[in-house]
């Protein structure tokens, strides 16, 4: 396993973790489900810890592929400065989620206010997962920049392939 499987194999468990707990969260907001609200919360915690791995594998995955056919190096660039914002924002999500529930244990009821912030926080921060996920996509991948593979680099890329 290289650095590069490695990073696409953790950066997706974040941004999609962090959706599915914005859902729940909301979900439980709307209807007053305080067990859902609870859930959510401990989901955006443990999603915002995995942030750290899928942060960390970028530099060595960007290392590993950035001389390979079709690789943007403008679109390296701009997907580890959206990663550098996303991964702040999840610490800040994660501790707020934290922070809501010791809150929450030690009042023995729902603050509001804070879950509300934390809310808003996991917004921001999908937004911004959504946004580096897209970015990191384009990195490689030349049909989502609006750009089609060149016949040369195909059969580049096919002759390395074979030597390996």
Do not use: C
Not at 18 to 36: A, D, P, R
């Amino acid at each position: 396993m290289n650095s590069a499987y490695l990073h696409l194999l953790l950066n997706h468990i974040p941004v999609i973790g962090i959706i599915i707990g914005l859902v729940i969260l909301i979900t439980g907001l709307i209807f007053k489900k305080y067990s859902l609200i609870r859930i959510s919360l401990v989901m955006l915690f443990i999603f915002a810890l995995f942030s750290i791995p899928a942060y960390l594998t970028g530099e060595p995955a960007e290392e590993e592929i950035e001389h390979l056919p079709g690789v943007s190096e403008q679109m390296a660039h701009e997907h580890e400065e959206a990663a550098e914002l996303a991964f702040i924002a999840s610490l800040i999500m994660g501790a707020l989620a934290l922070i809501s529930l010791i809150v929450w244990k030690m009042r023995s009821e729902m603050p509001t206010w804070i879950v509300i912030i934390t809310l808003i926080s996991v917004l921001g921060t999908s937004g911004l997962m959504i946004w580096t996920a897209n970015l990191g996509g384009k990195v490689r991948r030349p049909e989502l920049r609006g750009q089609g593979y060149s016949q040369d680099a195909i059969e580049d890329h096919a002759m390395e392939e074979y030597e390996h």
